[in-house]
């Protein structure tokens, strides 16, 4: 079976510009959820989506924006980039909507370098 | 403030020394603390869930335990390819706009030197 599929896996932009991100979950799996991580530190948590509502949202600016798609395909939007910005952005899956009784699926990531 | 404080940060056994990674936690009501594993260039992978003190998982040469403060992960017998960082993670009861979002902890790089 298909894991979580991110795209791309590499990315370098400018400070200012725009990017998406795209992330494709485990089939039958209907929550999406973005992490970003910082080298050399734990994942934080940005949005959650379940039947492609917003579930929930981290403690990231409102330059950060993210829908779900009816196929339960996601993208993660983020204006302005700034130097701050570069990370890995990881997308995780899981078939219901709380990683209490559903554990999250991550995929390998995107790189995000801001120059 | 949900927290997660994992240590050491970075940890070398030879093969086959055993030895505990520590997670200690501070959150408004746990639903669920997760250890993870990752790989270099890799996400996250999942290895367990703990819902309350005094519960215990294993799989292979991994044990997890979770009394109220913390949660250590246990490596029997370690092997090279048990090389990883091991993230620690919780799910808090009342996250208000967060909803289910994990608050990770900053990992433990361990090293198995044959």
């Known amino acids: 079976d298909a894991g979580v599929t991110q795209s791309p896996t590499h990315l370098i932009k400018t400070r200012g510009q725009h990017v998406t991100l795209r992330c494709s979950p485990i089939s039958g799996h209907k929550s999406v959820s973005w992490y970003q991580q910082v080298l050399g530190q734990g994942p934080q948590f940005i949005f959650q989506?379940?039947?492609?509502?917003?579930?929930g949202r981290g403690n990231f600016p409102d330059r950060f924006s993210a829908r779900q798609f009816p196929n339960y395909s996601s993208e993660l939007n983020v204006n302005a980039l700034l130097l701050g910005d570069s990370a890995l952005y990881l997308c995780?899956?899981?078939?219901?909507?709380?990683?209490?009784?559903?554990?999250?699926?991550f995929g390998n990531g995107t790189r995000l370098t801001v120059t | 403030e949900d927290q997660v404080t994992q240590s050491p940060e970075a940890l070398r056994l030879q093969e086959g020394e055993s030895s505990s990674l520590n997670c200690s936690y501070t959150v408004s009501g746990l639903r669920g603390l997760f250890w993870y594993r990752q790989d270099p260039g890799k996400g996250p992978e999942f290895l367990f869930t703990?819902?309350?003190a005094g519960e215990e998982k294993e799989k292979e040469r991994l044990k997890a335990t979770l009394t109220k403060k913390e949660s250590f992960l246990h490596i029997t017998a370690p092997k090279p390819e048990d090389s990883a960082t091991y993230l620690c993670a919780v799910q808090a009861r009342y996250s208000g706009g967060g909803a289910d979002g994990l608050t990770f902890g900053k990992g433990t790089h361990l090293i198995i030197q044959p």
């Open positions: 989506y379940y039947e492609k509502e917003e579930r």
């Open positions: 995780a899956s899981s078939p219901g909507p709380s990683p209490y009784n559903s554990p999250l699926h």
């Open positions: 703990l819902y309350s």
